[in-house]
């Protein structure tokens, strides 16, 4: 089974960037891979997803122009980069693979869930 960690959370103000990894390590190949987040007292929720093999991606209307998914499939990672950061953007991220149909956004449909990143925007 794959295994996922995140790492590149933290503290940022308003306005300002980070750059979450992913790395997977195990039988990695052919595995599309999400980013989700989830904010206290609140349900783990979508953020963006990117395919393995080719150039496909989608994200939740929320991050769209700020967010952008990609991944180096040598190094086996998939980065987020998050710009123009707000405080309703703080959460804690996770990494997991999708094991259903592309395009879906539902956490059921995703397993291999790592122990997540923490970011945090300060208004």
């Known amino acids: 089974q794959v295994q996922l960690v995140e790492s590149g959370g933290g503290l940022v103000q308003a306005g300002g960037s980070l750059s979450l990894s992913c790395a997977a390590s195990g039988p990695t190949f052919g595995n599309n891979i999400a980013w989700f987040r989830q904010a206290p007292g609140k349900e783990r929720a979508f953020v963006a997803a990117i395919a393995w093999i080719g150039t496909g991606t989608y994200y939740t209307d929320s991050v769209k122009g700020r967010f952008t998914i990609s991944r180096d499939s040598a190094k086996n990672t998939v980065y987020l980069q998050m710009n123009s950061l707000k405080p309703e953007d703080t959460a804690l991220y996770f990494c997991?693979?999708?094991?259903?149909?592309?395009?879906?956004?539902?956490?059921?449909?995703?397993?291999?869930w790592g122990q997540g990143t923490q970011v945090t925007v300060s208004s």
């Open positions: 997991a693979r999708l094991v259903g149909g592309w395009g879906t956004r539902s956490r059921n449909d995703y397993d291999s």
